[in-house]
């Protein structure tokens, strides 16, 4: 019997358990955290698949394209079958409006579709003179509460293991299980000492506008991006912030900032604010380690540090550190639990 311990319950650790489950069907895999559902980053995220595959420093182009390949072969599938109720997929219609031109993302590639417009269909968008270019994009968002939930029944269903807590070391986990995955974000800095990852503070501002049904990205850091419920609208990128304190000027310029480039949002119901702070790490974290503890070796795979792509590029990432536990299992023989 193997026993598999993932710590954290954000999109990363969920989808690492539900993966794991997957792989090791006799296997007992616990889940522990001391934050769950909405008291996650995970919750609050727009959820759009756009991953920024050229600004990842430190993982190669090959293993990003990889990563976000697995992860759209699975999100494309919940989207477009009858599973789009409950997992939170939505095939979603939007605009990517630039000032400078860019380099073609390798995302694509991979999207339902991906098009550059020509300035003349900027104009009769009536779309703000600053913005020069624009793509137009097929891809899916993910209602973040659906999903997560979704990842949780998966998870619970299979037999899975929920326990609360904040683990203070990893002595706490020393001969208790074979294999420690480690999704704890920003945690990560306390639980093992990483000073790579920071936190990207970010700040939404949650309203109802259901007329408005393209999602719109800038950028100028601007953003509407509709979901089945509400709308979010931002945002900011500010590195090694860790207020978690919604700040009435940002919510002024996000809210000038967005009804700037898509004036149709004026009368949009405000909802509420939200804060949220990207686990960032160049590069994101999914390697293997086997950890000198004082009671002996523990064996632990990493997935943290996914920054502003840890939605679009969980699933698959999740899927790469369950090959690492396979290895590490066979590999490495445990301790007697
Ligand atoms: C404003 C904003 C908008 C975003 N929009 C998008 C988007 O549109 N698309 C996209 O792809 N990404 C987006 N992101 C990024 C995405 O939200 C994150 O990359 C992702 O949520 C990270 O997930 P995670 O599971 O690593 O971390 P988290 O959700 O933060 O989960 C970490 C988990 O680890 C646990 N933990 C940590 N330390 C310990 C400990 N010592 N003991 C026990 N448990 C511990 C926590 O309790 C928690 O359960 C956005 C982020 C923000 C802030």
New binding site residues.
Partial sequence: MVHITV???????LSSAVSIQRAFPGATVKV?????YDE???I?????FLPTLKNIPGVPFETLKRWSETSWKAYSRMATTDLASTTGHTVSHGYLFHTTKTEIPLYANIVFSFREMLTEELTRLGVDTRFKYGYEITTIITNMRKYLSWLMTQFTENGGVVEKR??GSLSELYGHCDVVVN?????SR??FGDQLIYPVH?Q?IKVEAPWVRDWIYTDTMAHI?PSDDFTVI??VKDKDNWSMTPDSSVRQDIMDKCLQVWPALKGAKVIGDWV????MRNPVRLEKEVVRLPEGMLKVVHN?G???????LSWGTAVEATDMVKDLISTIPSPKL
């Fill in positions: 710590i954290g319950a954000g999109v990363v650790g522990v955290a001391d934050k769950f996650t980053t995970s609050g995220a727009g959820g759009i904040k683990i999704c704890s974000g920003l945690g306390q639980l970010g939404l991006l931002g945002g949220g702070l990207r686990p943290y996914h920054g502003s792509n840890g939605i679009a």
